[in-house]
């Protein structure tokens, strides 16, 4: 057993059965609950030494809601796990990590800002990088990126040629939007 699986199994017998150790190409990630992200997050830093905060971030799985995802390190081993759950829909809304890894701040306001994912108890909410006012969630995969419809997609034409072989619209583009 690799030691990143031994912390990512070590960390599920902490939560009890509701979490569940993943390994790919030595990547190892531990899911939770929804109810339980606060509680691995610290068992994670004061059990099992992980208090390095890198980064968080999410994913837009459609039906499934978005999975959140956060990487922890040990400083002194260089070990990491991928700490991620589940968050539904129609209710994007997790408790703020800021209490146990204060480097959560900008992150979450990030995935805040592009996805849609609340924060709860979030010491300063707010937008990040996108405008104040600005309408939608860049990374959600229903947001029609407008520049797609505005240019020609690149690699709609093979270099060197004045036509192209017609290429299936880009994602996040509607068959009504564009030319």
């Given at each position: 057993m690799t030691a990143r699986r031994d912390l990512g199994e070590r960390l599920c017998g902490l939560l009890g059965a509701s979490a569940r150790v993943e390994e790919l190409d030595g990547e190892v990630t531990v899911d939770v609950p929804l109810e339980a992200w606060l509680a691995a997050l610290v068992a994670a830093r004061d059990v099992l030494g992980l208090t390095f905060f890198d980064w968080l971030s999410a994913?837009?799985?459609?039906?499934?809601?978005f999975g959140v995802v956060c990487h922890l390190v040990d400083p002194r081993t260089a070990d990491r796990?991928?700490?991620?759950?589940?968050?539904?829909?129609?209710?994007?809304?997790l408790p703020s990590a800021t209490g146990?890894?204060?480097?959560?701040d900008w992150h979450e306001r990030e995935?805040?800002?592009l996805f849609g994912v609340v924060f709860?108890?979030?010491?300063?909410?707010?937008?990040l990088v996108l405008p104040q006012g600005f309408a939608g969630h860049p990374l959600r995969k229903e947001f029609v990126l407008e520049a797609r419809t505005a240019r020609p997609w690149p690699g709609s034409v093979e270099p060197g040629r004045t036509?192209?072989?017609p290429l299936p619209r880009p994602?996040?583009?509607?068959?009504?939007?564009?030319?």
């Amino acid at each position: 057993m690799t030691a990143r699986r031994d912390l990512g199994e070590r960390l599920c017998g902490l939560l009890g059965a509701s979490a569940r150790v993943e390994e790919l190409d030595g990547e190892v990630t531990v899911d939770v609950p929804l109810e339980a992200w606060l509680a691995a997050l610290v068992a994670a830093r004061d059990v099992l030494g992980l208090t390095f905060f890198d980064w968080l971030s999410a994913t837009d799985e459609l039906d499934l809601g978005f999975g959140v995802v956060c990487h922890l390190v040990d400083p002194r081993t260089a070990d990491r796990l991928l700490v991620r759950t589940a968050v539904p829909r129609d209710r994007p809304e997790l408790p703020s990590a800021t209490g146990v890894y204060r480097g959560a701040d900008w992150h979450e306001r990030e995935t805040t800002d592009l996805f849609g994912v609340v924060f709860a108890g979030h010491p300063r909410p707010g937008p990040l990088v996108l405008p104040q006012g600005f309408a939608g969630h860049p990374l959600r995969k229903e947001f029609v990126l407008e520049a797609r419809t505005a240019r020609p997609w690149p690699g709609s034409v093979e270099p060197g040629r004045t036509t192209g072989r017609p290429l299936p619209r880009p994602l996040g583009v509607p068959p009504e939007a564009g030319p």
